[in-house]
C-alpha cells in the first residue's frame, strides 16, 4: 500500500473537493481519496496498478490538475539507466523520470510530496551518487498559500471595482437622476455611452473575471456545472446580448435594443468580493499549525563527552541527554534523569496547575519548565512527538469534508442544465413557428438573463455578512461563513472544562477547622508557610488569605517534599500542610479531618490536611470553580433542544463533580488530545457535534469538531483552529452562536428560495409560454429588472438578522 498527496489549486468549493475525490476514487487500486479544501490539497492511498502518474492524470481529466516541481540530477558518471529510473519512479509523489544525453536525469513530480534530499538517497540505495543541479522551490506553507490567494482576489476585486465603476454609472445614473441621461447624451451621444460599457464590461470579463470563464466554461463542458458555471453563464448572456447591440443592432426587433452590460460587470465584481472575504477567513484558520509548530524551540542544549554544547532539534536522536533551563520549553519528548521541579504541560492536558517532576518521570515537547534545572533522556523526536502528532490531528480534523454541501452547488447541478435546454427549447421553438430569427433569438436571452445567477450568488453571502456582523455585536466572530451552516444543525455541544466552563486556576474553595481553632487564624499560619513555596496550590492559599484582608505569618524552616506536602516554622509553631501519608510519616493521626477529607475528594476538591504543634487542626479544599454564568449556558442550550457534554483531561471525580454542579450529565474525563477527537466521533454518531473549549490541547478536539468555538480568553492556538471565537470568557457565547446560526439558515434558505422563485416564476413567461403567439413573452429588459428586483429582496431580507439572537 502506497500513499501521496496532491496538491490542486483548482479546488474552490465543497463541489470540487467531492468531484476531485470521485475522480480518484474511480481508478482501480484507489482505496481512500481525502481532500483537503483548507490546504488545497488530497490524500490517496493506493495499490497497484494505481500510480502516481495515472492519478494525476486522471486528476487533469476531470479538470483539476495537480501543482508539478522538477529536480534536475547530475551525475560524474553515465548512470545504470534502468535502475536509476526504477529506483526513482519507486519513490511516493514521482510522476515521471527522463534521461538525458548530457548525463543528467529530469524528475517530474507531485509538488510538495518529494524532497530533493530524499532523491539522492534513493539513489545512494543503489550505489548511484549524485548531485542536485536546480530544484524547484518547496511549496509555501499553507498559511503563506492562502494570504497569497487572498492577496492575489483582493487586488481583482478592487480591479473589478474600479472597471465596473464607470459601467454601473452610466447604466444607473440616469436612472437615479433623470437629467444626467440629456446631459450624458449631449455630451457623447447614446452610441457612445453603449460603446464604453460594452469596453469596460469586456475588460472585467477578460481579465478578473476570467477565472469564472476558465473554470466555469470547462466544468459545464463536462456536464459537471457548478457557481462558476453559473456566473460565467449569467455574465456572458447579459454581455453578449448586450454586444449584440452595440454590434450588429439592426438584427434586433425595434424595442428590444437595450444594453444590460451592468449586469454581467456587478456579476462578477459582487462574486470576487465573496471570494476574497472566504479567502481571508480561510487564510486566518490556517495559522492554527503554524502557531503549533512556533511552540517546538529550535535548539537544544545537548551533553556530549567534550561538554554541553547546543543543537538545532533536528539533530536530536533518542538517548541524548538534553539540559533543561529553568523556564525553558523542552524541545522533545523525554524521560526526567536529574533534578525535581515543576512543568506546565497545560498546552497538553489543559489543566491549570503544573505538574511535578522527578527522575523516571515523562516530559513532552513543546511544555515549560518551570523554576527548576532539569536533565532528560530523548525518547521520541520528529514526527513521532506529541506535539507532532496533534500537530497532525490539527491537520487531518481541518482537512475533513464538510458534513452538508452547500445548498446552491446542490441546485445549480440541476438549475443551470435545465436553463440551458429550456433556452434552447425556446429559441427552437419560436423559429418552428416561423416567428423568425429574431423574436427566437431575443426570448432565448430573455430565459437566459433570468437565469442570471446575481441573486443566487448573493443569497448566502449577504446573510453571511449581516449574521456575522450580528454575531460581532454580540461577541462571536465567525471565523468561516460555513460554521453558520453547520452550527444550526448541531445536535450535541461538548466543552472542555478547565478555563471554559471553570475559570482555570485553582482557588481556596472550603475550610473546615476542628474546635478550639479559628478559620482566620489557621488561614493566617497556613498563608505564611505557603508563601514560601513554589507549588501552584500554594498561591491559591495565599491569594485567598489576601483576598480576607489576612497578612500572612512569617515562616522559616520551610521544607517541601515531593507527592507529600510542605512543612515549616511559623512563629515558632511547627506546621504540615499536605495529605494523609505526609502527617503519619509525620507521626501525627489524620482520624479527624479523614471524614471531611473525603467529602471534599468526592466533590472534586483537593483536600489539604493541617496540622499544627504536632495535632491535625484543618482541611483546606481546593478546586478550580465554576464560571458565574456557565449553568446559564448550559440551561440555554438544553432549552435550545442542544444536548450538553463535557470532555475533560482531569481526573474523573474532579470532572463529574462540576458536570453535578451545571446540570451536566454527560462527562467524559481523563482524556488526552487524541481522546478529545475519539469522543466527539462517538457523539456524531447522534448527529452533528461542536466542542467549545480554550487550551492548545483543545487545538484537534475543536479542528475536529463539526464546529469549534473558542473563547478568546484562550489560547492563541485554540482560537486559530476554530471557526468560531467567543469573545471574552463568558460560556453563554456559545448559546447565543447557537440561536444566531438558526436565524442565519433560516435567512439563507428565504432568500435562495426567492432568488430561484423570481426568476423561476418568469422563465415561462420569457419562453412565451403564457402569452399568445406573435412575439417574446418577456424582453430582455423586463428580464434583467425581474433579476434586480430579486436581489434587491434577497439583501433586503438578509438585513433583518441586524435584529437576530437578541
Not at 459582487?270 to 509548530?293: H, T, Y
Not at 489543566?351 to 517532576?357: A, H, L, T
Request: aromatic share 4%.
Amino acid at each position: 500500500m502506497a500513499s501521496t498527496s496532491f496538491i490542486v489549486e483548482g479546488m474552490h468549493c465543497g463541489a470540487c473537493t467531492g468531484r476531485v475525490e470521485r475522480a480518484l476514487q474511480a481508478e482501480a487500486g484507489v482505496t481512500l481519496a481525502a481532500a483537503n479544501l483548507m490546504a488545497r490539497s488530497i490524500r490517496v492511498e493506493f495499490e497497484a496498478p494505481a500510480r502516481a502518474e495515472t492519478l494525476a492524470e486522471a486528476l487533469a481529466r476531470a479538470g483539476y490538475p495537480i501543482a508539478e516541481a522538477e529536480t534536475c540530477l547530475g551525475f560524474d558518471a553515465p548512470p545504470p539507466a534502468d535502475r536509476v529510473v526504477s529506483a526513482l519512479q519507486a519513490t511516493p509523489g514521482v510522476l515521471s523520470v527522463l534521461l538525458l544525453p548530457e548525463g543528467s536525469a529530469r524528475v517530474t513530480y507531485a509538488q510538495g510530496t518529494v524532497a530533493p534530499s530524499e532523491l539522492l538517497r534513493r539513489l545512494d540505495a543503489i550505489d548511484v551518487p549524485a548531485r542536485v543541479i536546480r530544484a524547484t522551490a518547496a511549496p509555501a506553507p499553507v498559511a503563506e498559500r492562502q494570504a497569497a490567494e487572498a492577496a492575489r482576489l483582493k487586488r481583482q476585486v478592487l480591479l473589478s471595482a474600479l472597471l465596473t465603476a464607470p459601467v454601473f454609472f452610466l447604466a444607473m445614473g440616469p436612472h437615479l437622476y433623470p437629467p444626467l441621461h440629456h446631459l450624458l447624451a449631449r455630451l457623447i451621444g447614446e452610441d457612445g455611452m453603449q460603446a464604453v460599457q460594452f469596453v469596460f464590461t469586456t475588460l472585467v470579463l477578460a481579465f478578473p473575471g476570467r477565472v469564472f470563464l476558465r473554470l466555469g466554461l470547462p466544468a459545464l463542458f463536462r456536464l459537471a456545472p457548478e457557481m462558476n458555471s453559473l456566473v460565467a453563464l449569467g455574465a456572458l448572456a447579459a454581455w453578449g446580448y448586450s454586444a449584440l447591440v452595440v454590434l450588429v443592432p439592426q438584427i434586433l426587433p425595434p424595442g428590444t435594443v437595450d444594453v444590460y452590460f451592468e449586469a454581467a460587470a456587478v456579476i462578477v465584481t459582487l462574486i470576487l468580493l465573496g471570494r476574497w472575504l472566504e479567502a481571508r477567513a480561510k487564510g486566518q484558520a490556517g495559522e492554527a499549525i503554524s502557531r503549533l509548530v512556533a511552540l517546538r524551540p529550535a535548539t537544544a542544549r545537548v551533553q556530549r563527552p567534550e561538554g554541553t554544547i547546543e543543537l538545532p532539534v533536528e539533530e536530536l536522536a533518542p538517548g541524548d541527554l538534553v539540559d533543561l533551563a529553568p523556564g525553558g520549553r523542552v524541545a522533545v519528548d523525554g524521560i526526567i534523569t536529574e533534578g525535581h521541579g515543576f512543568v506546565d504541560e497545560s498546552m497538553l492536558t489543559g489543566e491549570p496547575v503544573p505538574v511535578g517532576k522527578a527522575p523516571g518521570q515523562p516530559v513532552t515537547g513543546g511544555t515549560v519548565n518551570g523554576t527548576s534545572a532539569l536533565v532528560f533522556r530523548v525518547t521520541a523526536t520528529g514526527a513521532d512527538t506529541v506535539l507532532s502528532r496533534i500537530i497532525a490531528l490539527v491537520e487531518a480534523a481541518q482537512g475533513q469534508k464538510l458534513p452538508v454541501q452547500a445548498l446552491v452547488d446542490r441546485v445549480t447541478r440541476v438549475f443551470v442544465p435545465v436553463v440551458m435546454a429550456l433556452s434552447t427549447l425556446t429559441f427552437a421553438v419560436w423559429v418552428a413557428l416561423g416567428q423568425g430569427l429574431a423574436p427566437a433569438l431575443v426570448a432565448a436571452i430573455s430565459v437566459m438573463i433570468i437565469a442570471c445567477p446575481c441573486a443566487m450568488g448573493l443569497a448566502t453571502p449577504v446573510s453571511i455578512l449581516v449574521g456575522t456582523g450580528r454575531g460581532a455585536e454580540l461577541g462571536l466572530l465567525f471565523r468561516r461563513g460555513d460554521a453558520l451552516q453547520r452550527l444550526a444543525e448541531v445536535r450535541t455541544l461538548a466543552f472542555d472544562k478547565t478555563g471554559t466552563l471553570t475559570e482555570g486556576r485553582p482557588a481556596l474553595t472550603d475550610l473546615f477547622v476542628l474546635p478550639g481553632q479559628t478559620e482566620a487564624e489557621i488561614l493566617r499560619l497556613a498563608a505564611g508557610a505557603e508563601a514560601r513555596s513554589e507549588h501552584p496550590l500554594a498561591r491559591a492559599v495565599v491569594q485567598a488569605a489576601e483576598a480576607a484582608g489576612i497578612a500572612p505569618a512569617r515562616a522559616r524552616k520551610v521544607i517541601a517534599t515531593p507527592g507529600r506536602g510542605l512543612s515549616a516554622e511559623v512563629e515558632g509553631r511547627p506546621i504540615l500542610l499536605g495529605n494523609a501519608a505526609a502527617l503519619v510519616e509525620a507521626g501525627i493521626d489524620p482520624a479527624p479531618l479523614q471524614p471531611t477529607a473525603e467529602v471534599f475528594a468526592q466533590d472534586g476538591k483537593t483536600p489539604v490536611l493541617v496540622a499544627l504543634d504536632g495535632a491535625p487542626v484543618a482541611v483546606l479544599a481546593l478546586a478550580d470553580p465554576p464560571k458565574a454564568h456557565a449553568t446559564d449556558a448550559v440551561a440555554a442550550l438544553t432549552r435550545a433542544g442542544v444536548a450538553v457534554a463535557m470532555i475533560s483531561g482531569d481526573v474523573a471525580a474532579t470532572a463529574e463533580a462540576v458536570g453535578r454542579q451545571l446540570g451536566i450529565s454527560r462527562v467524559i474525563a481523563g482524556v488526552l488530545p487524541a481522546g478529545k477527537v475519539a469522543a466527539l466521533e462517538e457523539m456524531k454518531r447522534a448527529g452533528a457535534v461542536a466542542f467549545v473549549g480554550d487550551g492548545i490541547n483543545d487545538a484537534p478536539a475543536l479542528a475536529a469538531a463539526d464546529v469549534g468555538l473558542a473563547l478568546g480568553s484562550g489560547t492563541d492556538v485554540a482560537i486559530e483552529a476554530a471557526e468560531v471565537v467567543i469573545v471574552g470568557a463568558d460560556p453563554r457565547g456559545a448559546a447565543r452562536a447557537v440561536a444566531l446560526s438558526k436565524a442565519v439558515m433560516r435567512n439563507i434558505r428565504q432568500n435562495l428560495f426567492w432568488a430561484f422563485a423570481y426568476n423561476a416564476a418568469l422563465i415561462p413567461v420569457a419562453m412565451g409560454v403564457l402569452v399568445p403567439f406573435g412575439g417574446p413573452g418577456l424582453s430582455p429588459m423586463l428580464a434583467a429588472a425581474a433579476m434586480s428586483l430579486s436581489s434587491v429582496f434577497v439583501v433586503t431580507n438578509a438585513l433583518r438578522l441586524r435584529r437576530a439572537a437578541a
